[in-house]
């Protein structure tokens, strides 16, 4: 039969190092009450005092931010299409009532427009059936 690995947190950890580093208590003293080997809680300390003291990511926790990154790049892109609907409805709102209102000096400029002459009806000709002028 195996050894039974205990795991420890990070708190735990930087608690106990805080305490040697404060003067509360030493490694000895940590070590007996935590049934600990020395050479472990001392490489704790190290960590601790070089500052490369971090909790590990774990695979669920690098799942869950691919995950959340995803989300977000939806939620802007939902955004962005909220954004478009809601100008393109204010401009279709625009187009009806322009066309139905009333020409008043405040929205006169939008009625002005330069006149197509190729859109009005070309006068009528004739011909004269003998070709004569």
């Not at 208590?25 to 070590?31: G, L």
């Not at 960590?47 to 690098?62: E, F, H, L, N």
């Not at 008043?104 to 002005?112: E, K």
């Not at 190729?118 to 006068?123: A, C």
Request: proline share 4%.
């Amino acid at each position: 039969m195996g050894k039974i690995r205990r795991k420890f947190d990070v708190s735990f950890k930087t608690q106990d190092c805080q305490r040697i580093e404060a003067g509360l208590q030493t490694v000895a003293e940590i070590c007996h009450e935590n049934q600990l080997q020395r050479q472990m809680v001392e490489g704790w300390l190290s960590r601790y005092v070089s500052g490369k003291m971090a909790p590990r990511v774990t695979d669920r926790q690098r799942e869950l931010e691919r995950e959340n990154e995803k989300l977000k790049a939806k939620v802007g892109e939902l955004t962005m299409t909220i954004d478009l609907l809601k100008k393109v409805e204010l401009w279709k709102k625009q187009q009806t009532s322009v066309g139905s209102s009333i020409i008043t000096s405040r929205n006169l400029a939008q009625f002005q427009k330069p006149a197509d002459m190729l859109s009005y009806p070309r006068p009528a000709t004739t011909t004269n059936p003998r070709g004569t002028k």
